[in-house]
């Protein structure tokens, strides 16, 4: 009887330890890739451009409005892969904005989103003038319309024109589990030529 009992609060005793060292290596494993998994979904199709669509410049997974904003395989220098989002302001006829947008589905309400894109910027002479802002929303659908959740505008009149990509961004808290993440270039207002591309580049998804 003594026997068995003791080999019973061995059981117990073992199966403690295997619980708290599988614990302290789930713990662990979490700390190291910051609770990666967490993070892991949804994420954007074709961040980078990379796959064409139909036409080929287009990109898949992004819908395009507007005029002159193409997805580009021979425009320099690219950030990652072999192409580019690119907006030829020299080329718009009107007043309009252009853009891309996808939609992303899975977020969970009241998570903090961020969306961000690298983008450069072409410089123009003195008599020329470069396209008026970028903007990037975050949107969501409210009885069939689309509603700003956050928006950052970003105006290119005295952006950096140095040949380097610069990453520009939007945040906000989701309030539903479906959201828009929305890219729009409105082109110049002044009576001087348009002029200037503006590129982009690695566009992604955050969540927290």
Known sequence: MIMAQSFISW???WRSS???TIALYT???CVAFSCSWVQAAPE??????EEGGTPSDTAVGWTRWGEWINRETDWK???TGQAVLGYHHWQIPSEADSGVWQEVKGVKVGQKVKFSIFMMVDSVSGNQARAEYVELRL???KNGWQENLAQKRVLLKDFPTDEAWHAIEVEGVASTEKLRVVLSITPSLDEIPRAGAV???DAKLELN
């Open 11 to 13: 059981v117990g005793k």
């Open 18 to 20: 295997v619980l708290k």
């Open 27 to 29: 713990a662990a494993i």
């Open 44 to 49: 954007l199709i074709n961040g980078s451009f």
């Open 77 to 79: 220098p690219v950030r």
């Open 139 to 141: 949107e969501y659908s």
């Open 199 to 201: 590129k982009f580049d």
